[in-house]
């Protein structure tokens, strides 16, 4: 993999970069115009990594960085020794956890059956190569969530590691997250992770999908694929794999990490039940969580708002459940005309997460599948439930952000968030999409990239991304970054509306840059240098076009830019001098009635 | 090219279609599940085409359709011939108009200097081989405009043409048209189109540009691009060709297209002037003008709102005049220091467009190119002129719609809409884009398609479309059928929020196919249907997976669909069955406190 792709939103810092690495592309062996930089907090241990794009105008510009180690060409990073643990003595310095024996890894844990012939039973020490290392959690089970010290008025490192990042103030942070208006996914034993923050007072986050599934993939596979999804600016990564080798697959992922990691326990609860719904249990599914908490998941999505009562409200819907969580929950439920066992043990499961600090992505089970099924009875009978669990899961000071739909037409999808912010005490809303239309498989990164920055606008925290195959494939690696881009451009679309501070300068500088010709530097500061430089080869492949005062849309004749610059080098030169003389003469024109006057060059 | 490709945005028609050709793709040779059709109006050379898509359970949709005759079998199609002049007793039927000699086509008309040797002088009867032609225009320089009409309340054929298409009354045609809040574009030289309406109470329309430039591209690509882009869905094609051959290219794509072309006559004036703005004269203009009248051009962006009072404001932008039109006329303004010879012969250009039904596209030359230049003093005060010259239009009976941004974010667009309306009494609306960030170039089809859907939403009644290729190079084959899918996304969504009556037939058709596993159907129902089913193809080629009850994505045990239909099945059999009976069952259990309730299959 290459250095020279990576792009992520801006977030310009106060901080000066204390240490550049100077950056040559592994692929090119050209420089490609950035540096991976650090910006350095209170203690030594504590640097947040940046991106420094340097302009040929001798400026530079300082973007926010998901990239991880992977960027960093002093860093020898090594896929199957994983990321050195930067948290580990900020976790241990706490004292409040300790280290323990842990779950067994069992055979079943990868899909392999019981029954399964001696030959079927893989060495199970080989999980991961890395260090050995044990879980940890709570001592005496108590809850070890950056909730917790927020609402003790603890300032964590890692509360001060994502205010450098946002460019706020350490004490914001710990407001927003005691509050519950914002969520720092970081599971103790997930140590790797470069921290991040998810809240509407924050920048907008993007997440990506990778997982394998019965179909098709390998743990290589997806180990490339977040790095790849980080490289393009993916915030979080959601694991959804379903096939075999699910808990070796998270293991390697974890391990290579620089970004929280979600999943989804019930697909790998279902898998130990040979996929029959009606054969989960609680007991099933608890085992689950706690082998995923001992592995280091940062959050898990719980469709625990799936109630008996709700799933009749399905019935006549034109695409009935499509949330996979929520069709299996809605199966056990009428499989055994019980009320769900994630409802009814919620609180069992708030002391779980907080020994471990695993934030809950509480699941839209009964999120719309089409436009026709948009903010219908079902769809908020759940989320009034998930408002319910997100007070008891604060009751445990377990971090909660709600997820959200889904097929929305865009002028339903206010209603989502507005509803979602007052019923959910402004928990972090965390949506998929939404979708604005059912007709374009094959678009739907774009169907719901144009409900994604619209939603996102209005307050919601973080996007699920979308990628083209959704509705027909799974994603491969241009998928991945189709998706992440599309989601990068919703999220940073997002963060002007929103006036995030610092948002602006990035499209300023990219701007300043296309308005004085100086292409390398257009390139380099885009979501995509890569393909910007590419596309604009395709047209004028010659190295001097780069320096061209024109391009190939309009030729050397009709580029409005050049006229508009010659414009202001005849009329006085100097950008201010124009500026002054044309304001004036403007002023003496107006007073003269708007009639013809006399030269501004004069 | 192949017929398959096309794909049109839903308008359900009242009327059933009287003939349908089967169609057969000449290119995979099998049949794809969709027929072209046309529905009859109240006389017989009065037929709409529209696409029945053939759905595998026997019901059929019917989609709006812009690709012209190239898509009906039936029809013997020949570039070198043209399209049949379906308008042409229309037009001689209304007996106010006249033939005469014309403007003589001269060298130079194709960018060919008088100096330039004689072998350099094409021969000019070469500029189209179909049947020849001599123009018309209105008897006595009157105005013969869809307008004219319209207050006269006269309904047309092409009224009726459009009201059969849009599903509405002819009445409401005239009545929007007769406001001036649409425009029915259809010059009387271009016989050949077949009548759409643009204006806030119909369907969104999408227009895509095409041209070729001094730098690259040739005559033939530019008559594929457009009927390429017709077959995806454009409404209207812009032909903004800037290199040689400019006359000789627009004969050839208004013979061959079945939409309303637009053009700038600007760019032709400055080639006309070797590209030295301040030797344009308002005669050369005038004369390019009436050029392309002759030939059939249906609107013309005119720029006449860049007065010289606006040039200085645009001094203190990051990004000055992006539009080129803008800049040609601000360095006229400022190299003459006088006031625009456009603002100044409005009243005679009008009395030129009326006699041949030219629609008026008013530019916005003063157009943010950036975020940070968004709705500014600059941009705000030549929308102020364009209200003032709309209503100048409107006496002369000239049809108008007003051109708009540009950059601008999310939270800034609606501003644009309402202003415009305002300020333009409702005149339609036709904006590029909004793009709603500047960092992502390469995917400004994506930047642009999130602002184009929300302003859409607002009122706007045509939307540009942005390639990828933007400010990077010239769009090839590929990147205008991306732009055009992406605004087709972009307007449909808008007709959804809208509530434009039969746009969601589509959307529901395209889920209840997608929740019955009808892959063929989801595939042909798809804006992408090529695109669509080589996705699904990538991860299960196998024939079977077309019919299966589960995707890749999540295989058969998690397919939540699947699982959601079995919970039907098993729980009451039909849909209605398993309504009723978990209806009830939800009442039993809300009046039963929430407490467990028995089988629903009792």
Redesign the interface.
């Known amino acids: 993999m290459t250095n020279k792709d990576a792009r992520t939103?801006?977030s310009v810092q106060d901080g000066t970069p204390l240490e550049t690495a100077p950056h040559t592309s592994q692929e090119a062996g050209k420089s490609i115009g950035w540096h991976k930089a650090y910006v350095e907090g209170t203690r030594p241990d504590l640097r947040v990594p940046v991106r420094q794009v340097h302009l040929t105008n001798g400026q530079s510009v300082t973007l926010y960085d998901t990239s991880g180690p992977y960027t960093d060409p002093l860093v020898d990073t090594d896929v199957r020794r994983g990321l050195s643990p930067l948290r580990e003595n900020w976790i241990i310095g706490r004292g409040d956890t300790e280290e323990y024996a842990g779950r067994p890894v069992r055979p079943e844990d990868d899909g392999i059956k019981h029954t399964a012939p001696r030959g079927g039973l893989r060495n199970l020490d080989a999980v991961f190569p890395g260090r050995p290392r044990q879980p940890r959690r709570g001592r005496d089970g108590r809850a070890v969530t950056q909730l917790a010290y927020a609402r003790r008025g603890e300032i964590t490192p890692e509360m001060e590691f994502v205010a450098l990042r946002e460019n706020v103030s350490p004490e914001v942070v710990r407001e927003e997250i005691a509050a519950g208006r914002a969520v720092l996914p970081a599971n103790v034993n997930h140590p790797e992770i470069e921290p991040m923050i998810i809240g509407k007072r924050f920048l907008v986050k993007v997440n990506a999908n990778i997982g394998n599934?019965?179909?098709?993939s390998s743990i290589e596979e997806e180990v490339e694929k977040m790095t790849w999804a980080t490289r393009w600016g993916a915030d979080t990564v959601m694991d959804l794999s379903?096939?075999r080798n699910i808990h070796t697959t998270r293991e390697w992922v974890l391990r290579n990490s620089p970004v929280p990691i979600g999943t989804v326990p019930l697909?790998q609860a279902?898998e130990k039940v040979d996929?029959r719904?009606e054969e989960l249990t609680w007991e099933i599914y608890k085992d689950t969580v706690i082998e995923q908490a001992e592995q280091g998941v940062d959050y898990m999505t719980v469709h625990a708002g799936v109630r008996?009562?709700y799933?009749?409200?399905?019935?006549?819907r034109?695409?009935?459940?499509?949330?996979?969580g929520?069709?299996?929950m809605?199966?056990w439920c009428?499989a055994h005309?019980?009320?769900s066992f994630l409802y009814e043990h919620f609180e069992e499961l708030c002391e779980i997460l907080a020994a471990y600090d695993v934030t809950y992505s509480l699941g839209d089970g009964l999120r719309p599948?089409?436009?026709?099924d948009a903010n219908d009875e079902a769809q908020f009978a759940e989320l009034r439930t998930l408002g319910e669990l997100n007070r008891i899961a604060r009751r445990f000071d377990v971090q909660t952000m709600i997820e959200g739909p889904g097929?929305v037409?865009?002028?339903k999808i206010k209603e989502n968030i507005d509803l979602q912010q007052e019923i959910c005490d402004e928990a972090p809303f965390y949506t998929l999409g939404p979708l604005?239309?059912?007709?374009?498989?094959?678009?739907d990164h774009?169907?719901s990239?144009?409900g994604a920055?619209?939603i996102a606008?209005w307050g919601t925290a973080m996007l699920c991304y979308v990628t083209?195959?959704e509705?027909?494939?799974?994603p491969?690696r241009d998928d991945v970054k189709t998706g992440v881009?599309?989601y990068?451009?919703?999220a940073?679309?997002?963060d002007?509306?929103?006036?995030h501070p610092g948002a602006?300068e990035?499209?300023?500088a990219?701007?300043?840059a296309?308005?004085e010709f100086r292409w390398e530097d257009?390139?380099n500061?885009?979501?995509?240098p890569d393909?910007?430089r590419?596309?604009?080869d395709?047209?004028?492949p010659a190295e001097p076009a780069k320096t061209a005062h024109f391009?190939?849309?309009?030729?050397?004749?009709?580029?409005?830019?050049k006229?508009?610059?010659?414009?202001?080098r005849?009329?006085g030169g100097s950008?201010t001098e124009?500026?002054e003389g044309?304001?004036q003469?403007?002023k003496e024109?107006?007073a003269a009635g708007?009639r013809?006057?006399?030269?501004?060059a004069d």
Not at 436 to 443: C, E, M
Not at 525 to 528: E, G, R
């Open positions: 939103p801006a599934s019965a179909v098709t379903t096939g697909y279902l996929g719904a008996l009562a799933v009749p409200l399905t019935a006549n034109k695409t009935g459940i499509v949330s996979r929520g069709s299996i809605a199966a009428l005309h019980k009320e599948g089409s436009i026709a097929h037409p865009m002028h604005t239309t059912d007709v374009a498989p094959a678009y774009i169907t990239g144009i920055a619209m606008w083209p195959k509705h027909l494939g799974l491969n881009i599309t990068k451009i919703a940073h679309a997002a002007l509306a929103k006036g602006q990035w499209d300023d990219l701007s300043d296309r308005f257009q390139f500061l885009a979501l995509d393909t910007a590419e596309f604009h395709e047209t004028l391009c190939s849309m309009c030729g050397p004749k009709f580029c409005s830019m006229i508009s610059q010659d414009i202001r005849e009329h950008r124009i500026e044309m304001a003469k403007s024109f107006a708007n013809v006057y006399l030269p501004l």
